[in-house]
DNA sequence: CAGATGTACAAGTCATATCTTGTACAACCT
DNA sequence: AGGTTGTACAAGATATGACTTGTACATCTG
C-alpha cells in the first residue's frame, strides 16, 4: 500500500492548473529553499496582500506548499512530491528512442494513415 | 543563435495550461505515437467534434501539435520538443541531493527565520 | 456540376479564475 | 486591556475558459 502523505492525492490537474499560472510559479520560487512567512511572499508582488494569499491557498490545495504556524505568521515552504505527477506526465510523453526514430522516418517520408 | 524551429517560442504558460485539461491530455495521448486525422481523434470523446477541434487549437498554439493536411483531412501529432518548457520547469524545482538535505534536516527541527 | 464529407470558424451560454475592497480575528506588544 | 501586526475569509466585478449550436468552406466522389 501507498502510503498517504498529506494532503489531498493531488490530481495532476490540480497540480498543473497551479503551476499554470506565472505568480504562483514565482511564489515557489522564492520558497523553494527557503521558508518564508505569507507576508514577506507578498511583498514580492505588486498584487494585494489579498490576491497572493489566494495564490497561496491554490497552491496549497494542490499539495504544492507546506504551511507551518508560527506565531501570527503562516511560513510556507515548496513541497517538493507535489510535482511527481507533473515528472510522470513527462515520461510519459517523451519518447523512447525507438519512437524518436520512427517519428524521424514518418517524418521524411510522409505516409499518412490508410483512409 | 538558437534556430527558431516552427510556430511561437512557446511561454511556458501556454504549454502548462494546455496541459492543465485532462481532455487535452487524452488527445496528446492519442497522438502521442500515431498521426492522427482531427475526426478520429473526435471520435474518442463524448464531446461535440466542434469542441476537440477548439482544444486541437489550443494543443496547436501551445506548439505540442503539430498539423500536417492530406486532402480535407487534417493530421496532428505530438511535437515532443514544446515539452522542453515542462521539463524545464521540472530541473527548476528539482532540488539537488544537498538542499533535499538541508530540508530534511529543517523539517525534523524546526528554526524559523529570524523575526 | 451537385452532393457528401471533414474540418474549422463564429457567436452565445454558463462556469470558473483572478483580482479588488472590506472585514474578521488571532497573536503579539506595552 | 487596547492598539498594532500578520494573515485569511467574504463578497463582488470582470475576464477567461469550456462548451454548445449553427454555418462556412474546401476537397473528394459520382
Aim: aromatic fraction near 4%; charged fraction near 30%; proline fraction near 8%.
Amino acid at each position: 500500500m501507498a502510503e498517504r502523505k498529506q494532503s489531498t492525492p493531488a490530481a495532476p490537474d490540480a497540480v498543473l492548473r497551479a503551476l499554470a499560472d506565472p505568480h504562483r510559479r514565482q511564489i515557489l520560487r522564492l520558497v523553494k529553499h527557503s521558508e518564508l512567512p505569507a507576508g514577506q511572499i507578498a511583498a514580492s508582488f505588486t498584487l494585494t496582500q489579498q490576491a497572493v494569499s489566494q495564490h497561496i491557498g491554490v497552491l496549497k490545495q494542490a499539495g504544492l506548499l507546506t504551511e507551518r504556524r508560527e506565531g501570527t505568521r503562516r511560513l510556507y515552504t515548496l513541497r517538493h512530491e507535489a510535482l511527481d505527477p507533473v515528472r510522470e506526465l513527462l515520461s510519459e510523453f517523451w519518447p523512447d528512442a525507438l519512437s524518436r526514430l520512427k517519428k524521424a522516418v514518418e517524418t521524411a517520408h510522409p505516409r499518412p494513415p490508410k483512409r
